[in-house]
Nanobody, 115 residues
Framework: QVQLVESGGGLVQPGGSLRLSCAVS????????MAWYRQAPGKQREWVAG???????NYADSVKGRFTISRDNAKNTVSLQMNTLKPEDTAVYYC?????????WGQGTQVAVSS
C-alpha cells in the first residue's frame, strides 16, 4: 500500500518559517521524482517545488529564494523548508511522488500565514 504522510503545517506569522516533511512508503522512493504542490482556497492546485531522484531541484518563481526542497533517500522522506513566509503562501500543501507516469499524493497539511 502506497502512503505519503505530510507533517509540519501550522499557523505562522508573516516572515516566519515552517518545515514540512513527507514520509513515503510502499514505492521505491529513491527513484521517484518528488514534489510539493499547494492549493489555496478557491484556487487550483499549483506546483511549488520539485526534486529529481538525482537531487536536482526546481522552484516556482513565487517561492524561489525562500523555499528549499530536499530529500533523504535513507529515510524515504522529502522536506520543504519555507522561510520568509507571506500571507499568500497560505494553502494546503501536498506531497507528490511520481514513479514513471504514476502520481501518488498525500492527504495534505494546512499552512496558514497570518498576524
Amino acid at each position: 500500500q502506497v502512503q505519503l504522510v505530510e507533517s509540519g503545517g501550522g499557523l505562522v506569522q508573516p516572515g516566519g518559517s515552517l518545515r514540512l516533511s513527507c514520509a513515503v512508503s510502499g514505492i521505491p522512493f529513491s527513484i521517484c521524482t518528488m514534489a510539493w504542490y499547494r492549493q489555496a482556497p478557491g484556487k487550483q492546485r499549483e506546483w511549488v517545488a520539485g526534486i529529481t531522484s538525482g537531487g536536482s531541484t526546481n522552484y516556482a518563481d513565487s517561492v524561489k529564494g525562500r523555499f528549499t526542497i530536499s530529500r533523504d533517500n535513507a529515510k524515504n522522506t522529502v522536506s520543504l523548508q519555507m522561510n520568509t513566509l507571506k500571507p499568500e503562501d497560505t494553502a494546503v500543501y501536498y506531497c507528490n511522488a511520481r514513479l514513471v507516469s504514476q502520481d501518488y499524493w498525500g492527504q495534505g497539511t494546512q499552512v496558514a500565514v497570518s498576524s
